[in-house]
């Protein structure tokens, strides 16, 4: 049995699939099974990880570890989850390559911590460190259906985007085959894009042009905190961009390496994602 924590969230929702697919038994936690519609073949359980009941654990020899960032303190979240997992044989960790440039940003720092801890817990452990999702270009979905102005921050760098499903195929591999055991893998897409290329091949897939604009440090932090970002939050999203920029365009072959192929580009998720953007 695998436990699967944010089985809602981005990769969740690919993982389970995934695993189950592989003929794994999955019990797959989320603060409100009733609303999760998950995948029918799992077993879904309800878990509020501020308060991790070990129970959860029962049958278990296998727990992917990834945290939602709900409630007051995410490194505490997996700690907790971590300790009671003494007794599983496997641990997979999901990280950040923060972590692999040494980068001591908010996440990365909190990442790098949760880390240790699974080092430490006893069963064997194997750490996943993705890049920038690009799911997290979600956020030009307001200005795509308003202006079709894309607003970027100064000095945004170019990144080496992962589809989030190669994370999960990657994380379904080294959940259920073995040879894994102490290894760090960093996963990337297959090439590096500058900001302006990203908004030009979504609008390609959207079959019209988007307007790239580049706006002050400032602009962009008066943008963020009028959508309700706390000022910590924003703080911290411009010291990993400092902190990133120059390593988010290296490119890790992980997904070929385990997977066989080419990691998903993103003309590929454009083309997957149009007509939730049109």
Not at 220 to 239: H, I, Q, T
Request: one cysteine or more; a negative charge.
């Amino acid at each position: 049995m695998i436990l699967v924590l944010g089985s809602t969230g981005k990769i969740g929702r690919e993982l389970v699939p995934a695993l189950l697919d592989k003929g794994a038994r999955v019990r797959a936690l989320t603060r409100d099974p009733a609303r999760a519609r998950l995948d029918p073949r799992a077993e879904v359980a309800a878990c509020d990880l501020d308060a991790f009941d070990p129970a959860l654990l029962d049958g278990v020899d296998r727990v992917f570890i990834l945290t939602s960032g709900h409630g007051s303190d995410v490194l505490a979240q997996e700690r907790a989850v971590v300790k009671a997992a003494t007794g599983v044989e496997r641990l997979v960790k999901l990280s950040t390559t923060g972590v692999h440039f040494g980068q001591t940003d908010p996440i990365s720092s909190i990442h790098a911590a949760a880390e240790q801890a699974v080092r430490e817990a006893g069963p064997d452990w194997t750490i996943l460190r993705p890049g920038t999702f690009m799911d997290n270009r979600f956020a030009w979905l307001p200005a795509v259906r308003g202006d079709g102005v894309i607003r970027v921050p100064e000095s945004d760098p170019a990144s080496a985007l992962v589809h989030v499903r190669d994370i999960a195929e990657v994380a379904a591999t080294v959940l259920t085959t073995d040879g894994h055991a102490g290894k760090t893998y960093p996963i990337t897409g297959g090439e590096a894009l500058t900001t302006r290329r990203q908004v030009e091949i979504l609008g390609e897939a959207l079959g019209r042009r988007l307007t790239y604009v580049e706006e002050p440090e400032a602009d962009a932090r008066a943008r963020m905190l009028g959508y309700g970002w706390p000022a910590s939050a924003v703080d911290g999203f411009f010291e990993l961009k400092r902190q990133s920029a120059g390593n988010e365009e290296i490119v890790f072959d992980t997904v070929r390496e385990l997977l066989g192929r080419a990691p998903l580009t993103f003309a590929e998720w454009a083309g997957e994602h149009a007509a939730t953007f049109a």
